[in-house]
């Protein structure tokens, strides 16, 4: 069993949807909690950064973690066709730099 | 952009060759980080360096290779390569400042013939 889990999709949504994307873990010691985009091609682009257990939005993003559940989510409100990219969630534990990400998410806005 | 370059952007080599790839961090960035990403495996961490010296250790094969230099820029080299190490690689920085955000290049494509 991986230490990280995400649905490769494809996840397809019409323009304007809010879009829900998760992943799940196993290893109770993460602490710090990641959402990368990344274009085709492209290197991962960090999007949101949360510590711990809780919510934190930035514009259009909003990222959940629940720790007692081993979840976190990212949604995207008023999705955009720019959107369309691969997500992936990356996850470390205190103490340990180095990241632990899921396969990534493939996401496509349709206009 | 993220501040991160790397070189070359694209490397085709045969197998059995040797191969550098190059990565300066964000201004300011002690510690760089280098991942392999393939399709089979997704992004796998393989080494950190912090301020020249060797931090931690992935799932980074023994024909492999990194070091940090004084400037802060580092090298990653391949060596004896094979099929199986076409890939992306990344390399990523962050300031280690108790938060742990790791900023990405863009990459280096390796395609081994």
């Known amino acids: 069993q991986k230490e990280v889990e995400q649905d490769p999709g494809p996840l397809s949504v019409p323009e304007g949807a809010i879009v829900s994307l998760n992943c799940t873990y196993s290893n109770s010691a993460f602490q710090y909690f990641m959402w990368y985009r990344q274009y085709s091609r492209k290197g991962p682009e960090l999007l949101m950064y949360?510590?711990?257990?809780g919510n934190k939005e930035d514009g259009r993003f909003t990222a959940q973690v629940d720790k007692s559940s081993k979840y976190i989510s990212l949604f995207i409100r008023d999705s955009q066709p720019s959107d369309s990219a691969t997500y992936l969630c990356a996850m470390s534990d205190f103490g340990n730099e180095k990241l632990t990400f899921g396969t990534g998410t493939r996401l496509t806005i349709i206009p | 952009d993220s501040g991160v370059t790397q070189t070359p952007k694209h490397l085709i080599t045969a197998t059995g060759q040797r191969v550098t790839l190059r990565c300066s961090p964000r201004s300011g960035d002690l510690s760089v980080y280098w991942y392999q990403q393939s399709l089979d495996q997704g992004l796998q961490f393989l080494i950190q360096?912090?301020?020249?010296?060797?931090?931690a250790k992935g799932n980074i094969l023994e024909r492999f290779s990194a070091q940090q230099f004084p400037d802060l820029h580092s090298e990653l080299n391949l060596s004896s390569l094979e099929l199986g190490d076409s890939a992306l690689y990344f390399c990523a920085s962050s300031d280690t400042t108790g938060m742990n955000e790791q900023y990405f290049g863009p990459g280096t494509r390796l395609t081994v013939t």
């Open positions: 949360t510590y711990s257990s």
């Open positions: 360096y912090y301020n020249g010296e060797e931090r």
